[in-house]
């Protein structure tokens, strides 16, 4: 379960999935699944040991003040409400 009692306080862990893990077709991952985005989850899942991850954040993060300076406009249809995002 995601979701535990420390003390008086409710906690919650990410569940993490690791890179390895998902790649391997005959994984069967449903149960973490449900665990991060289940009834007691938090809605997210990490993925751990993602080959060349450091570079591809590294180039991703260059990106983003040029996504900063589109017009309002141009950043709208970037949008999606479906998503909330």
């Known amino acids: 379960m ?7 306080f409710p906690t919650a862990r990410t569940v993490t999935i ?10 069967d991952l449903s149960m973490n699944i449900e665990e991060g985005f289940g009834p007691n989850g938090l809605g997210i899942i990490s993925v751990s040991d993602v080959p060349g991850f450091s570079l ?3 180039n991703l993060l260059h990106l983003a003040p040029r996504v900063a300076r589109l017009p309002d406009d141009v950043k709208k249809e970037l949008e ?4 909330r995002y």
């Open 2 to 8: 995601a979701a535990e009692l420390v003390g008086a």
């Open 18 to 27: 690791s890179y390895s893990d998902i790649k391997e077709k005959s994984r």
């Open 56 to 58: 591809l954040r590294q």
């Open 80 to 83: 999606d409400p479906e998503s």
